[in-house]
């Protein structure tokens, strides 16, 4: 017999990005449909390039420039060097011309910077997926204008598979949690509107701490998902089920009655009279009493009609129809 603990749970996915742009421009080409699977590192915008183009250009034409003059520079450097050992140069002149091959120098490595930072732009107006996953309603298209460095997404993309049932479970049960935890507990959700086949994954996460606000336990499950039965923001029903109880003593939930001494069955002795007897229920689980004590395999017991009966009434099984739900009658 399950020992399972019920909850609400709400589905996520492992992983999301919203893909916003890193440079500022007009978008030329959308290279996607809404919906689709997309890969890693795949082509998902273009933006108008010749901008980026234009400055790369520039760019490396400043950065020869430059280097023209850094290496006229240093060989100027080279001969007031000899210059100035053989005392033909004073030491200010030389000072000027070391000095002037240094910074020129310098001026060289920050329009390499400024290259790469171009190259860097022209590529990134190919706005490309972050991660594989199912791509969610296209925010802009062909012909708009996008802000580089906002927050701004394009699109968002979600990684269904595998994907995450998160839910909670009140503090009085965290104790039982935890010390079930290590031996694979099962995490079985029903999706909403019925008809459809319970869907079964596995515990992966148990928080380090109960919510101080609602004294609850965060815990998650990971499922496959490979149907896409479990999409992102879903409510489920969830059961994790900590372990299986082998041999267990169980009888329908309906022949348990309460009285002022505890719970009782009426037990149908082999004479066709019934006995109340007194058991111990360990637990409800759906339409089923887990006993912890009071009855024996095999013992018959009173479903319907308890009120009718008294200590050594003589009972009947009745049926309604052929094959119909069985009664008693005193």
Known sequence: MPFQ???TGTVEAIRSASVAAQVGGVITKVAFREGDNVRAGQVLFHLDPRPF???LDQAMAVLERDRAHAETARSDAARSRTLYDQNVLSQAEWDQKRSDAEALTATVKADEAAVRT???NL???SIRAPIAGKTGRLLVHEGDLVRGGSNDALVTIIQPQPIWVRFTVPDRDVPT??????QKPRVIVQPPGGGTAPLEGKLVFVDSAVDPSTGTLLLKGEFANRDDRLV???FMDVRLVLFVEPRALVVPAVAVSNGQEGAYVYLVRPDSTVAP???SVER???DVAVLAGGLKPGDRVVTDGQLRLSPGAKVVIRRDTPGGPAGVRE
């Open 177 to 182: 949690v935890l010390r079930y935890k290590d």
């Open 123 to 125: 590529e990134f107006a």
């Open 118 to 120: 171009a190259r860097l």
């Open 277 to 279: 007897r007194p058991v």
């Open 232 to 234: 992102p923001g879903q």
């Open 53 to 55: 183009r234009a400055t």
């Open 5 to 7: 603990l019920t909850s």
């Open 284 to 286: 409800t689980q759906d």
